[in-house]
């Protein structure tokens, strides 16, 4: 089967990582995001992904270029404009030559969905789409869903407002869909699938929707990206939080070759090259590889992307530093703070729930 893989959002909820790396380029334990998610779909035998691009298309293409890798092909579809979740779906089926049942999904979840499941669920109920549900205690950030008993969808309401939400199940953003689905899709203009087309196809009585408990994070704001990394290496989500990695002991996950001299505390996760200085002590973070963590630097909650530099005596919780970013000594970072890729913090910074730049 193929699937396509919506991952061209220009992701502004997470600047100012995103102004240099599209949201599914971001590493989740050291690993990018689209990797985890494609090498999910793998496991079900999905054969072609197409990957629906619109924002910094370049990342990918560098990462995964067209062509076969192991067990799946890929293809691109580049949109010159934002086409919507609806439009990007299409233009991508069009260019991956769909024409049968698919799969789609938004590429900046991360779940552990059996999509073998859904699929023959979406098969037994002959629906037109079947979307995956998932419960949240707020659903006014989703696309909010009703069902009746027999799992047919009886509205689909995207990000109402809290008091008017009707349910907790929201839409997981993993559909299977018929082609003719697409047909419904005006070319050419930005067409939303949860405004536009799944409220179409309530109508006609044709979407499903298919409930699952299975771990599952959209990924799309700081402190959802923090929990992704968090869940992997706390064990929430199950299996080694990176594949490489290497359980040093409980809790304390190393990845090829680092230099610590300061202490960990679990859990923890440090990649290959990175050096933690004397002194310093990390608790439940992530460091990615390259990282330099100087001495006596504090960390609690935190992930460090990849070649960030953390001055002496720096103290940062709940907070995100982006790749090669440089903190100067004695900086107080903290209050889901996200300081952006190559951004330079002079010593003794202090920030609070803040953004650089
Ligand atoms: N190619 C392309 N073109 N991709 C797009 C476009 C576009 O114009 N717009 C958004 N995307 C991609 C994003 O990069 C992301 O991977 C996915 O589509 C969903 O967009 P988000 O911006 O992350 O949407 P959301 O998180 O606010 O809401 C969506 O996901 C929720 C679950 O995670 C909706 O589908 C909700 O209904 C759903 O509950
Ligand atoms: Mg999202």
């Known amino acids: 089967m193929k699937a396509v893989v ?8 997470l600047r100012p990582l995103t102004l240099s790396t599209p949201k599914q380029m971001l590493p989740i334990v050291d690993l990018p995001m689209i990797v985890r998610v494609i090498n999910h ?82 098969i037994a109920h ?13 659903p006014s950030a989703y696309g909010v869903v009703v069902t009746d008993s027999n799992s047919q969808v009886l509205s689909f309401i995207e990000k109402p407002s809290r008091e008017t939400a009707s349910s907790n199940w929201i839409n997981a953003g993993t559909y299977v869909l018929e082609p003719e689905v697409l047909e419904r899709i005006q070319p050419g203009r930005a067409v939303s699938i949860e405004r536009e087309i799944f409220p179409a ?24 990206l923090l929990r992704a990394n968090m869940d992997l290496i706390d064990g929430t989500r199950g299996g080694p939080p990176h594949p490489n990695a290497r359980e040093h002991s409980p809790g304390i996950w190393l990845h090829g070759s680092s230099i610590i001299k300061g202490e960990l505390i679990p859990p923890c996760f440090v990649g290959d090259g990175a050096v933690v200085e004397k002194g310093a002590i990390l608790e439940r973070s992530v460091v990615g590889r390259g990282v330099h ?26 907070s995100i530093i982006g790749e090669r970013a440089f903190l100067g000594a004695g900086s107080v970072i903290s209050g889901l703070s996200v300081v952006g890729c190559d951004a330079i913090l002079e010593p003794g910074t202090h920030l609070q729930s803040g953004r650089v730049p």
């Open 41 to 122: 779909l793998a496991t079900y035998g999905i054969e072609e992904i197409i990957l629906s691009l619109g924002y910094r298309p370049e990342a990918f293409v560098s990462l995964l270029p067209e062509g076969r890798h192991g067990s799946f092909t890929i293809k691109h579809a580049v949109e010159t404009e934002p086409l919507g979740t609806a439009g990007a779906i299409r233009f991508a089926a069009d260019k991956g030559g769909i024409d049968t049942t698919f799969v789609a999904v938004n590429g900046d979840v991360l779940s552990d969905l059996d999509i073998s499941k859904l699929i023959e669920f979406h």
């Open 126 to 138: 002959k629906a037109q789409a079947t979307l995956s549900l998932t419960p949240v205690d707020d």
């Open 293 to 318: 963590v100087q001495q006596n630097v504090k960390a609690s909650n935190c992930v460090l992307l990849e070649k960030s530099s953390i001055g002496e005596g720096t103290s940062i919780r709940d």
């Open 6 to 13: 919506l991952v061209g959002g220009e992701g502004t909820r």
């Open 201 to 224: 196809v309530v109508n006609e009585g044709g979407l499903y929707a298919f409930p699952s408990d299975a771990y599952w994070l959209d990924t799309g704001t700081p402190s959802c």
